[in-house]
């Protein structure tokens, strides 16, 4: 499957999520679902599903003290 496939097969939510990593260069997950105003988890599971598909990386981090994963694009 080629990207644009991958990408034409993304929920609105999980493209828009997408658009903000590339936009931002790397956000906090932490920041991403406040970013997209989604849940929390609704936000982690758009997460799951770019990072799955290869369409973003995801590393751990701290940032504000607290645990998180930053986002950045692949």
Do not use: C
Request: aromatic share 6%; net charge negative.
């Amino acid at each position: 499957m080629s990207a644009a496939e991958i990408e034409d097969s993304l929920s609105e939510d999980e493209y828009r999520g997408l658009e903000l990593i590339r936009e931002t260069g790397g956000i906090h997950q932490s920041d991403f679902w406040k970013e997209l105003d989604v849940s929390s988890r609704k936000g982690s599971r758009s997460v799951e599903k770019l990072a799955e598909k290869e369409l973003i990386n995801r590393e751990e981090t701290v940032y504000d003290g607290h645990n998180t994963y930053l986002l950045s694009p692949t």
